[in-house]
């Protein structure tokens, strides 16, 4: 049973490298979601998507790109990492936007 | 007033003592109200969600208080697995899939 998956779970970066977060999720899910915790911070939401070709934006957007092909994957890129954008990111699905999440084991992504 | 706010501890608790912590939330509209934990260095799951006649699930309790706008969590019991980060997660945008807020946690220790 694997739930969702994210790729890779660490990652180290120089300012102004690009990268991209995979998140796959095999429950069959609309809703699928990208998270990002710091410490001292509750988990705040970056994008999301509700249902396959849909993304919106979160609470701290900027910064990031999503995108969701396929229903079963969602993809957060960074095009040009900052320091400030190290973090521990999640990945979360659900079958309704207000239901039980189901979260990705989280990637450790630094920016030097 | 913050949207969602928790007291982040940490607790210390002797095992076997009984453990109760609170969460406060600022919108009146809020419908849904959820406990998750968090492990250290792990993804958050769902403990339990809170319903407006509180809910019981073995050695945990949640309650809702909407007149004062706290949810309660209680553990009886406590177990040295019970050593975790709870999190408030309460949906203050009328059930869409961007409502939901989480609470920075309260970290609980369960001391041998």
Known sequence: NAGVTQTPKFR????????????????????????RQDPGMGLRLIHYSVGEGTTAKGEVPDGYNVSRLKKQN??????????SQTSVYFC???????????FGEGSRLTVL | RKEVE??????NVPEGATVAFNCT???????????????????????M??????????????????ASQY???LIRDSKLSDSATYLCVVNSRGGGADGLTFGKGTHLIIQP
């Open chain 2, 6 to 11: 928790q007291d982040p501890g940490p607790f």
């Open chain 2, 25 to 47: 939330y600022s919108n009146s509209a809020s419908q849904s109200f959820f406990w998750y934990r968090q492990d250290c260095r792990k993804e958050p799951k769902l403990l």
């Open chain 1, 74 to 83: 969602f993809l957060l890129g960074l095009e040009s990492a900052a320091p």
């Open chain 1, 92 to 102: 979360a699905s659900n079958a309704a936007g207000d239901g039980e999440l189901f």
């Open chain 2, 71 to 73: 949810i309660s969590l």
């Open chain 1, 12 to 35: 180290v970066l120089k300012t102004g490298q690009s990268m991209t977060l995979l998140c796959a999720q095999d429950m069959n899910h609309e809703y699928m979601y990208w998270y």
């Open chain 2, 49 to 66: 969600s809170v319903y407006s006649s509180g809910n019981e699930d073995g050695r945990f309790t949640a309650q809702l208080n909407r």
